[in-house]
């Protein structure tokens, strides 16, 4: 679909392979519709860069999913497009608020698993149970949107920005060094 939105002329892809516009940055979902009606192309977006290559989305990322050394090139319509490579899965369990147990260490956050333990940012021991078929956003994005939007209303790129500063205070974290998940408190 960021393809899509690149060759329409709408953004480009940043480092994060996050779709971003000049109007709203990361903050958009992308639809399309098909059609068989000749439509006149609008060029491919050539505004000022968006994503300046910061890697706050890398340093952001909490399951280290964008990697900062290596990058995906392709063409588009004769525009050489690059982002970091991405990792699928990393992503999946961070946004679900995991993080990979060490070596010779038991995770408890996933029931029915032991590799994984919770994440800083988490505020639950275990992951918690679904309540929709989709949707368990632990996460939020915080690199690969939230230290985008900081970054891209700091340096002043986007059109639509907020009335405050998108982020005030540094993000919180949880201590989980000393949680016992045998401890019956936990249960």
């Not at 192309?41 to 890398?58: F, Q, S």
């Not at 900062?68 to 525009?79: E, R, S, Y």
């Not at 982002?83 to 070596?103: I, N, S, T, V």
């Amino acid at each position: 679909m960021r393809i899509a939105a690149y060759l329409a002329g709408l953004g480009e892809i940043g480092y994060s392979k996050i779709f971003l516009t000049p109007e709203f940055g990361p903050r958009q979902r992308l639809f399309m519709v098909m059609t068989e009606m000749e439509l006149e192309p609008d060029p491919i977006y050539n505004g000022p860069p968006l994503c300046n290559r910061c890697m706050a989305c890398v340093r952001e990322c909490p399951g280290n999913a964008i990697n900062p050394h290596k990058t995906v090139k392709v063409t588009l319509a004769g525009h050489e497009v690059e982002w970091g490579e991405f990792d699928p899965y990393k992503c999946l369990w961070a946004f679900r608020g995991a993080e990979p147990a060490k070596e010779g260490e038991k995770g408890y956050y996933i029931e029915g698993r032991d590799d994984f333990k919770p994440s800083p940012y988490t505020p639950f021991y275990r992951k918690p149970r679904n309540v929709f078929t989709h949707g368990e956003a632990i996460c939020g994005g915080r690199g690969c949107i939230r230290a985008c939007m900081l970054q891209l209303e700091k340096r002043g790129v986007i059109k639509n920005k907020f009335i405050n500063p998108f982020r005030t205070e540094k993000p919180w974290l949880v201590d989980w060094s000393d949680y016992d998940p045998n401890d019956p408190r936990a249960r």
